[in-house]
Nanobody, 128 residues
């Protein structure tokens, strides 16, 4: 059974950093693309980043390039999202998602319908 468990969210001041973790079980990272999405109140769920551990390919939303970094540890079957220089507009629930299609990390745009497996989410709140 595919399971994804996010952790690392919390409350941080603007300009601060957080590292989110997505612990995967029931599958091997090399066979999947792992994505991070976020959803703010009243807004659509949007793609933040994606990684293919087998190819090293990564995807970032254009607005987040340079502040967020995605990485994976295949030994721990865990994907991380390092978030720096956080802004109040980064406040959202952050979700980890998985899809058995590593090529997704090479796409120029990703939507929530591209992924079938989802974690429960972790809240990130950035205060001004």
């Amino acid at each position: 059974e595919v399971q994804l468990v996010e952790s690392g969210g919390g409350l941080v001041q603007a300009g601060g950093s957080l590292r989110l973790s997505c612990a995967a079980s029931g599958f091997t990272l090399d066979d999947y693309a792992i994505g991070w999405f976020r959803q703010a109140p009243g807004k659509e769920r949007e793609a933040v980043s994606c990684i293919s551990s087998s190819t090293g390919s990564t995807y970032y939303a254009n607005s987040l390039k340079g502040r967020f970094t995605i990485s994976s540890d295949t030994a721990k079957n865990t994907v991380y999202l390092q978030m720096n220089s956080l802004k109040p507009e980064d406040t959202a629930v952050y979700y980890c998602a998985a899809e058995p299609s590593p090529r997704l990390a090479t796409m120029t745009w990703l939507g929530k319908d591209d992924f079938r497996y989802w974690g429960q989410g972790t809240q990130v709140t950035v205060s001004s």
